[in-house]
């Protein structure tokens, strides 16, 4: 055995430790992503859906609805942005720092998710 | 390839380089490859080095803020986001709910933590951007103000 062992092995240990919290957190942030798309789906289907009833309706064009595009592929941005930033940010960063600022994109992101699940239901105001 | 400037013998010959310092036994004369120059760090700055005055007072400015969306974000604890969801889905969002109450202050301290070797300047913009993503949207949609 040589005397730089312990270095490495503490090393390969920091590194998987690394590796489990970016795929913990890939977990996590494509979780978040996948909600995302389903709200994409659900609110467009609801939009046509009410536009198409609108149009049995006499008159009741004047109250149709767009499907807010921008916000909802913005919805679904988040996650991965929030990832890729974490992973550039704690590139060379040691272990401890790497979970904080994981669990500070998480959390970022979370605060971004939440503010349009609030926003754009009430864009729609159906 | 022997150039026109080398000696034939292959030694060099210091009175063919293209400039001349002098005489190495003069008093004045500087070797460079003994008198390395030495490049000033910018990029990062020392860590155990006491804040500046300014950079104290940016950092109180933004800890002021992040406390007033800590405040904003609990308010609003309450508000309900989704509805008629499966259990993982709830648990998920109450995680968030809880999350986004914590992150300002959890952006201060990584900051702060995280960035001891960065440069002021560098923080500053951190926090800046902490204050437009982290800025409590829920609090201003659920409430009246006037």
């Given at each position: 055995?040589?005397?730089?062992?312990?270095?490495v092995r503490r090393s390969s240990?920091?590194?998987?430790?690394?590796?489990?919290?970016?795929?913990?957190?890939?977990?996590?942030?494509?979780?978040?992503?996948?909600?995302?798309?389903?709200?994409?789906?659900?609110?467009?289907?609801?939009?046509?859906?009410?536009?198409?009833?609108?149009?049995?309706?006499?008159?009741?064009?004047?109250?149709?609805?767009?499907?807010?595009?921008?916000?909802?592929?913005?919805?679904?941005?988040?996650?991965?942005?929030?990832?890729?930033?974490?992973?550039?940010?704690?590139?060379?960063?040691?272990?401890?720092?790497t979970i904080g600022v994981f669990?500070?994109?998480?959390?970022?992101?979370?605060?971004?998710?939440?503010?349009?699940?609030?926003?754009?239901?009430?864009?729609?105001?159906? | 390839?022997?150039?026109?400037?080398?000696?034939?013998?292959?030694?060099?010959?210091?009175?063919?380089?293209?400039?001349?310092?002098?005489?190495?036994?003069?008093?004045?004369?500087?070797?460079?490859?003994?008198?390395?120059?030495?490049?000033?760090?910018?990029?990062?700055?020392?860590?155990?080095?006491?804040?500046?005055?300014?950079?104290?007072i940016g950092f109180g400015v933004?800890?002021?803020?992040?406390?007033?969306?800590?405040?904003?974000?609990?308010?609003?604890?309450?508000?309900?986001?989704?509805?008629?969801?499966?259990?993982?889905?709830?648990?998920?969002?109450?995680?968030?709910?809880?999350?986004?109450?914590?992150?300002?202050?959890?952006?201060?301290?990584?900051?702060?933590?995280?960035?001891?070797?960065?440069?002021?300047?560098?923080?500053?913009?951190?926090?800046?951007?902490?204050?437009?993503?982290?800025?409590?949207?829920?609090?201003?949609?659920?409430?009246?103000?006037?």
């Open positions: 055995m040589t005397a730089a062992t312990p270095t240990r920091a590194f998987v430790g690394k590796v489990v919290v970016w795929l913990v957190f890939a977990l996590l942030f494509a979780y978040m992503t996948v909600q995302s798309v389903g709200n994409l789906v659900t609110v467009s289907q609801s939009v046509r859906a009410f536009n198409a009833f609108l149009g049995t309706t006499s008159g009741g064009d004047s109250l149709a609805r767009s499907t807010p595009w921008v916000w909802l592929v913005l919805d679904i941005a988040i996650a991965p942005v929030a990832f890729v930033v974490a992973l550039w940010v704690s590139r060379r960063a040691r272990l401890a720092v669990v500070l994109a998480f959390a970022a992101a979370g605060a971004l998710w939440l503010d349009l699940q609030l926003f754009v239901p009430r864009l729609l105001d159906f | 390839m022997t150039t026109a400037a080398s000696p034939p013998d292959g030694s060099v010959d210091h009175d063919d380089d293209a400039l001349s310092w002098g005489d190495a036994d003069d008093a004045t004369h500087v070797d460079a490859a003994h008198n390395p120059v030495t490049v000033k760090e910018r990029s990062g700055r020392d860590p155990e080095a006491p804040e500046t005055s300014g950079a104290l933004f800890g002021g803020l992040y406390l007033l969306y800590t405040v904003a974000w609990l308010l609003t604890a309450s508000t309900s986001y989704v509805s008629d969801v499966d259990t993982v889905l709830t648990v998920f969002v109450e995680v968030l709910r809880f999350l986004s109450i914590v992150a300002p202050a959890l952006w201060f301290t990584v900051v702060l933590w995280a960035g001891r070797g960065q440069r002021t300047r560098s923080r500053l913009l951190w926090m800046l951007l902490g204050a437009l993503v982290l800025f409590p949207w829920p609090f201003v949609m659920t409430r009246s103000f006037g």
